[in-house]
């Protein structure tokens, strides 16, 4: 039996673990992600749900007291929530904000107008990632269908060669980049420095984008010949405006959280001096919070006043903003306890233990466990919080670089074949309407390049930074 008890679950840091104990604490992490998993797939059960039925068996086949393994999942969740809840708000009124001012249309439509041809793709990588900064993937698919379908249809282009890249785009920018739900969760778990994580991020994302995007689109394009689908296309939002905001306006609102962020990181490296004034100064604007705040409160005057928005009109975007984000800040707060009762239960230590004596690279390591969940479960987001928590022991020592790259592999990991247990494979599949085999030749096929090339760019930075 291992060693678990009241006192090592409310330790600072558990006592060395026996083998059998290892044995005892692996059987529960697979246990518990079994259970995850299957009341995912079979049961269809809600991840909330399930991350917290799965949480309580962990505990229970772990040995640890019940009472203590339901302490950790709440301390786990209220921490989670408390790290990542209100810039996820956030991000959600800025995507709203962007969405119904027409703003996101504004900007397409400037875009495409100066692209046609071959360079169309490339047109619409670049959107989609523009777009896809400030807003959840399946918002980011719903807002681009029209396009990608209105594209593919005037210009007679090949649906793939469309809207692979804008597919590309969105989900780069989902698994690799904050303020991403995934990419947050990872930083906090993992006490990654954002900014550094935020630069690495893009470093890795322009050459994954871009091969996984307008050059896997052309070989897509060959796999599935298939036209635009002849059918009614969804409503634009700015189709109800009388006007909207301008290009240059919209794409600074949406980049300034990006640029706050990125000049922190610059000052901290050519500072490095935490009682610095400038220094000082920077750490505050270019703090996520104050960042995403400071996007949110110029976006109102940049898109909504623009668009001729009422201060009415402008409260209930950001209610409606609001609405939709519920669900998905349940389960990465459920997600955060899953991983506190894995610490808690002394797994993060087990791993510890057990990848010392292996050969494999600790960055090689999170994002196979990252693939692993993610097969399993078909959700990026558990994928990321399941996986950020079981490697999080292994940034202890790493340098400020390395831990941003940790989570930049648990990231690219996350996003490894769509299949049949993900949501935004359906999504893909009914909007493009494709059947299932050419979905997989397309979509899983697309999800997969960005998972390898992303991994193998975080494995080649670290032998270089």
């Not at 592999?409 to 074949?417: D, E």
């Amino acid at each position: 039996m291992t060693r678990l008890s009241v006192e090592m679950l409310a330790a600072d840091a558990p006592p060395p673990i026996t083998s059998a104990g290892h044995a005892q604490l692996g059987i529960a992490v697979l246990a518990g992600i079994a259970v995850i998993v299957l009341l995912i797939t079979k049961f269809k059960l809600h991840a909330f749900l399930s991350l917290t039925i799965g949480s309580l068996v962990l505990g229970a086949v772990a040995g640890a007291p019940l009472d203590k393994a339901i302490t950790s999942f709440t301390a786990g969740l209220g921490s989670t929530v408390a790290g990542v809840g209100v810039l996820i708000a956030l991000g959600a009124i800025l995507g709203k904000l962007l969405a119904d001012s027409g703003g996101a249309d504004q900007v397409v439509d400037t875009i495409l107008a100066k692209a046609g041809g071959r360079a169309m793709p490339w047109a619409m990588v670049l959107i989609a990632s523009v777009i896809g900064l400030p807003l959840f993937f399946e918002v980011g698919i719903v807002l681009l269908i029209p396009v990608v379908l209105m594209v593919a249809k005037r210009g007679n282009y090949s649906l793939m060669r469309i809207g692979i890249p804008a597919l590309a785009g969105l989900s780069v920018m989902h698994g690799l980049i904050p303020p991403h739900p995934g990419p947050l969760v990872a930083i906090d778990a993992v006490k990654a420095n954002l900014g550094v994580t935020l630069a690495l991020g893009i470093l890795v994302a322009v050459p994954t984008v871009i091969i996984a995007g307008p050059l896997f689109s052309k070989v897509a394009a060959r796999w599935v010949d298939v036209p635009a689908p002849d059918r009614m296309l969804p409503q634009r939002a700015s189709d109800d405006l009388e006007r909207r905001p301008g290009f240059g306006a919209t794409l600074a609102t949406v980049l300034l959280p990006v640029v706050l962020m990125l000049a922190k990181a610059l000052v901290d490296i050519v500072f490095d001096d935490p009682a610095n004034m400038t220094q000082r100064v920077f750490d505050v604007i270019g703090s996520p919070l104050i960042a995403l705040l400071a996007a949110v409160i110029v976006g109102i005057f940049t898109l909504g006043r623009p668009a001729g928005f009422t201060k009415e009109r402008i409260t209930s975007t950001v209610e409606k903003g609001l609405m939709p984000i519920a669900g998905i800040l349940l389960i990465v707060g459920a997600g955060g306890g899953f991983k506190q009762t894995l610490i808690d239960c002394g797994v993060g230590q087990m791993i510890l233990d057990i990848s010392k004596d292996w050969s494999i690279p600790a960055l090689l390591l999170a994002w196979l466990i990252a693939v692993a969940i993610r097969l399993a479960t078909g959700s990026a987001t558990v994928a990321t919080v399941s996986a950020a928590g079981l490697v999080a022991p292994l940034a202890a020592d790493m340098s400020t670089t390395h831990a941003a790259l940790l989570v930049l592999a648990v990231g690219a990991g996350s996003l490894f074949f769509s299949h049949v247990n993900d949501a935004g494979f359906w999504l893909v599949k009914e909007y493009f309407g494709l059947n299932v085999g050419q979905t997989i030749k397309t979509w899983s096929v697309m999800e997969t390049i960005i998972s390898v090339v992303a991994g193998g760019l975080v494995l080649l930075l670290s032998l270089i930074i």
